[in-house]
């Protein structure tokens, strides 16, 4: 859940490298700190670990590969998993003060089981093949690590139940969310037109005329479905398109293109996509559930975002430099990658080399 509440946006991606050697304070929060050692075995795990980096890379698709030198990790891995820490203290912090919970043996073995789901359903998402199941890839954590993932997975989770705008992930509460929100979850089928940029125009024209959806696409398409009147296909709440059917068409008339295309790249081309809703079909529970459950997490999501910033705000945080900078993003605090020399102002190495070079006789 802590990876619903976090809003991991890491900027400035780059190919610099964070080495694991040296000594460093690591990160702190309000006086709770992850030493640097700590915090460098982590990295080290996580970098030279498949099943470990593949579960990670899942919910937070930045790269954990290792650097170019020995016991290194790219830093952007540094900067995601340093942030990643932080809002884990933050948010435990705030738990343990604001409601005095810690979680017990029960609650653990509840948030490790949420924690391996997530995981799962991280890789599943993205299409993941990672060695190992999400268990293995918890197990295989150094000690330290996987204990703060499930005590901050536990807060995390004790925090969202807290939060009134927040809708249990229960099958009741669930049923009675797609009850009354049925229509959100019709299959709907529709049909397309590709239209070239030339003739967008004249495709607008013939529309406001009064063209059918059929005439328009066997008119202006470049698409093989024109042969069909534009007919593309039907998507169930199951399909892995649905997310983008549905908010393509959500405001759509049955029966009308929509007003404002989306433009794409088609046959080495640029071309307006219009789509249109032509049947919409009520979809039972059992089909719409996984559809639902995604929705439900990402309004939890945006719940605990809210929160979660107001969290980081108010936290005193420390991070040693060689893990990454906190700063301030659009979306709130967080960690930046670490700041390295800009190789761009470095002129000719030869000319800097013999320039600075020290002549002893």
């Known amino acids: 859940m802590r990876r619903l509440i976090a809003l991991l946006v890491i900027a400035l991606l780059g190919v610099t490298v964070f080495g694991l050697s040296g000594r460093s304070s690591g ?16 990295l080290s795990a996580i970098s030279s670990t498949p099943a470990i980096q ?5 919910l937070d698709p ?11 990790i790219l830093s952007t891995g540094a900067a995601a998993w340093s942030n990643l820490r932080i809002e884990g203290l933050a948010i435990t912090q705030y738990v343990q003060n604001r409601f005095k919970y810690r979680p017990s043996a029960a609650d653990l073995v509840k948030a490790q089981s949420a924690l391996e789901g997530e995981m799962t359903q991280a890789a599943a998402a993205r299409k993941y093949n990672c060695p190992g199941t999400s268990a293995q890839a918890l197990a295989a954590m150094p000690e330290e690590m996987r204990a703060a993932e499930i005590r901050d997975q536990a807060t995390s989770l004790y925090l969202v139940s807290k939060l009134n705008a927040t809708v249990p992930l229960t099958l009741a509460s669930m049923q009675a969310y797609y009850a009354s929100h049925t229509s959100d979850y019709d299959t709907i089928c529709v049909s397309i037109a590709l239209v070239a940029p030339t003739s967008v125009s004249a495709f607008n024209a013939a529309r406001n005329a009064g063209a059918s959806v059929a005439q328009l696409a066997a008119q202006f398409s470049v698409d093989p479905s024109k042969a069909r009147g534009g007919a593309y296909g039907c998507y169930a709440p199951t ?7 549905r908010a393509d068409t959500t405001s759509t008339p049955l029966n009308t293109f929509a ?33 639902v459950l995604s929705d439900l997490q990402t309004t939890n999501a945006n719940s605990a975002n809210t929160i979660k910033q107001k969290i980081l705000f108010a936290a005193a945080v420390t ?28 002129g000719s190495i030869t000319a800097l080399t013999s320039a600075a070079a020290t002549i002893y006789k």
């Open 27 to 42: 990160v702190g929060v309000s006086g709770t700190n992850v030493s640097g050692s700590t915090m460098r075995s982590e």
């Open 54 to 58: 593949c579960y990670i890379t899942a």
């Open 62 to 72: 930045v790269s954990f590969s290792p650097g170019a030198g020995g016991a290194s």
């Open 239 to 245: 399909s892995s398109s649905y997310s983008g059917v």
């Open 259 to 291: 007003k404002t295309p989306q433009y794409i790249s088609y046959n080495n081309g640029t071309y307006a996509l219009f789509v249109a809703p032509t049947k919409r079909t009520t979809t039972p529970f059992a089909s719409a559930e996984g559809a």
């Open 319 to 346: 991070v040693d430099p060689a893990f990454g900078r906190w700063g301030l993003n659009s979306t709130g605090p967080m960690v930046f990658v670490p700041a390295m020399p800009a190789t761009a102002d470095v």
